[in-house]
């Protein structure tokens, strides 16, 4: 059984957000475009409380930089994707009427969770991984945003938890801190032995 996972695709992480990813609304399109291929569809949400401590402004930090949060070195984002706001919900283009189940994520102020799997620390699962095993699926394909962070880490979390991963390339964007975070992200998935592909390759090769 294949399932297709879709990482944070909100309104925060697209051009004009919170916390914008360029050409992040770009990956829209190509979610709803596979959205037919797929009999198991999930999405994770970035859901954080206002005084989380990846907020550089809760932390006196400037976005970007570098500090620590819950014993692991942590970035400094700018607030974004806090709970019940118009910047935490999905992308108004995306057909959410497909998506069957929503896994909230970075929910704790005391530790971020880039893995639609598990927080950080790998001390508290999401239910992600039992929901798919429950629902019989053996291979996950995965896109949306960001490439460096938490598509990655999602990705090669879900290779580790034994589902056969996918990364459908074209439907991800990445915020590039640094020049190269995305190709030095896609290598570490492809060493976890996460399967890059693009979408127009689904039709025949899945």
Not at 86 to 102: K, S
Not at 123 to 130: F, H, M, Q, S, V
Request: charged residues 20%.
């Amino acid at each position: 059984m294949n399932a297709l996972i879709l990482v944070d695709i909100q309104n925060d992480f697209l051009p004009g957000g919170a916390l914008p990813v360029p050409h992040g609304d770009e990956v829209v399109a190509v979610a709803n475009r596979l959205l037919d291929r797929f009999p198991v569809i999930v999405a994770t949400q970035d859901w954080h409380p206002e005084n989380h401590g990846s907020f550089a402004a809760n932390r006196g930090q400037q976005p970007g930089t570098m500090a620590e949060l819950g014993g692991l070195p942590q970035v400094m984002w700018p607030n974004h994707c806090v709970q019940n706001t118009g910047g935490a919900a999905f992308a108004p283009g995306l057909n959410t009427a497909r998506i069957q189940r929503v896994f909230p994520k970075g929910t704790g102020p005391e530790i971020d969770s880039y893995s639609g799997f598990f927080d950080n620390r790998r001390r508290k699962a999401t239910g992600l991984g039992d929901y798919l095993t429950l629902k019989g699926v053996t291979h996950v394909f995965v896109l949306g945003l960001a490439t460096d962070y938490c598509v990655k880490a999602t990705a090669i979390d879900a290779q580790q938890l034994g589902f056969t991963t996918t990364l459908v390339l074209d439907g991800c964007r990445g915020v590039e801190l640094n020049p190269g975070d995305c190709d030095r992200a896609l290598e570490e998935m492809q060493r976890a032995g996460v399967r890059l592909v693009q979408s127009v390759d689904l039709a025949t090769n899945r």
